[in-house]
């Protein structure tokens, strides 16, 4: 417990500050790329780079934490990300679109680490707080719903000529104040990093990823990462087409955001009362919840209640997907599972987003909300299955069926 007091509010602090950065972004770098750009087609580059190195940075992140610890593998990311903020501000005086592509770059690396805070609190608390961690580390994504485009708004015009280069300056503060608050982490793993002997005893990745409860923790958290992204990507266009206001459309992702993360405050309760099958069978109910009211209308009141299900959909599933995967995995076997899980679902999340605006554009809204719901019905097999493996053996697999439906 003193484990959990002492650092789970030190790693949600940092997510906090990470995501108040990434909302940031998410909200300029699409207009300073639309500047700076040669091609306009080329606006979100930077934004799609940066999920690339996310994606890339997964494995050699995780890699670099089993051997130095993780306390000093996040401190070290942060200059990455005061570096891609330097980068970014740097490109907007001298008005060059590869700096700023580049710049992106710096800053996916840094998140790349800092998508391990969730771990990170799990791997030091019992059993049964693991899902408390990870939804406290998560709820940061309450705060930076509000503190990132806020940010943004207010730093805009704060150089003159020079329109979101004090963006770009803040987010340099941003990346400090993270390097400030995990140099008061005491993480146990830092006394001890990965010794060849546990690594000796460590099990391959193939005996880990064929375990069932690998299988449907990587499906649970691939599939409602990706279903996310890649609908919460398209509906900005989705609303302009719809001729909608752009503040209509802020006010939608506001409250989507605030539907990822506000959840935390109870997930983790409830899955310790109801279970973590039953809390992610939730989650992709309201998965279809979303696809059935982005159906039935294009009003900003569908938009707002599809996308805030939207938000609540992938809550369950992600906090439900890391909480099933951190029992797939001895404790030297951790940094090569997280690694193996991070990768694939971060890859997800870039094929997502880069193809969402693509299949909006050319097949429209109706077209992008259809081609997600059997990745939804996967998750519910998969889901349904994992229940009958571990149920009972006088329980009939219907029975099962009828507590979840």
Known sequence: MNMFRRNVPLLAVSQALMMSSTSLLLTTTALVGLEMAPDKSWATLPLAVMFIAVMLTSIPAAMLMARIGRKAAFMLATFFGMSGGGLATFAIFSQNFWFFVASGVLIGIFNGFGNYFRFAAADIVEHDLKSKAIS???LGGVIA????????????????????????????GLYVLIFIVLGFLKLPEDHHAENKQQT????????????????????????????????????????HVNS???????????????????????????????????????GAIFGLACVATNLLGNTVTHYWIALTLLGISWNFLFIGGTTLLTETYRPEERSKTQALNDFVVFTTVTIASLTAGVLQHNYGWKTVNISVVPLIVIIIVSIIWLA??????????????KDYV
Request: glycine content about 6%.
């Open 388 to 401: 009958t493996k571990y149920a009972d053996e006088k329980q009939k697999p219907t029975d099962i069926i």
């Open 200 to 239: 000796s005893n460590a099990r391959s990745l193939w005996v880990i990823a064929r375990q069932p409860k690998f299988i449907v923790a990587l499906l649970c958290a691939m599939l409602g990462y990706g279903i996310m992204s890649f609908v919460m990507t398209a509906t900005p266009l989705a609303m």
């Open 136 to 138: 406290a580390v998560l």
């Open 244 to 282: 909608h206001n752009f503040s209509d459309t802020s006010f939608v992702i506001s409250w989507h955001v605030l539907g990822m993360y506000a959840p935390s405050f109870v997930t983790g309760h409830l899955i310790l009362r109801f279970g973590i099958l039953k809390i992610m069978f939730i």
């Open 145 to 172: 719903a509000v503190i990132g485009p806020n940010l943004a708004n207010l730093t805009r015009a704060s150089i003159p000529n020079a329109l979101f280069a004090g963006s770009y300056i803040s987010i340099i």
